[in-house]
């Protein structure tokens, strides 16, 4: 079955850093649009970034731009969130899920009815 499993959350201090991993099992993550996801205790689910193709075109939310980067493993099947200088704000569940690339577009990466499939989530809390 095609599955996407995220990885790496946990619990870090502001301006620590996180790598989030999200594996594939069952398709080649390649294929498709990978897009990170996040929601905050009593807050809407929001985009946070995405990877389509290989590495050709990426793209952040304002804020978590220069922070965050995003990259793709193919030999290993996986999709990174690196995250740095982290704050209190990034705190919240992380999915990643993924859509067929013809789908994504520069003003609408970040629309989660074009993603078919989602990981189950990893928990990163940014906390003193």
């Known amino acids: 079955q095609a599955q996407l499993v995220e990885s790496g959350g946990g619990l870090v201090q502001p301006g620590g850093s996180l790598r989030l991993s999200c594996g594939g099992s069952?398709?080649?993550?390649?294929?498709?649009?990978i897009g990170w996801f996040r929601q905050a205790p009593g807050k809407e689910r929001e985009g946070v970034s995405c990877?389509?193709?290989?590495?050709?075109?990426?793209y952040y939310a304002g804020s978590v731009k220069g922070r965050f980067t995003i990259s793709r493993d193919s030999a290993k099947n996986t999709v990174y969130l690196q995250m740095n200088s982290l704050k209190p704000e990034d705190t919240g569940v992380y999915h990643c899920?993924?859509?067929?690339?013809?789908?994504?577009?520069?003003?609408?990466?970040?629309?989660?009815?074009?993603?078919?499939?989602w990981g189950q989530g990893t928990q990163v809390t940014v906390s003193s």
């Open positions: 899920a993924a859509a067929r690339s013809i789908k994504i577009f520069s003003s609408t990466w970040w629309r989660e009815d074009k993603y078919d499939a």
């Open positions: 069952g398709f080649t993550l390649d294929y498709y649009a």
């Open positions: 990877i389509v193709g290989s590495q050709r075109n990426t």
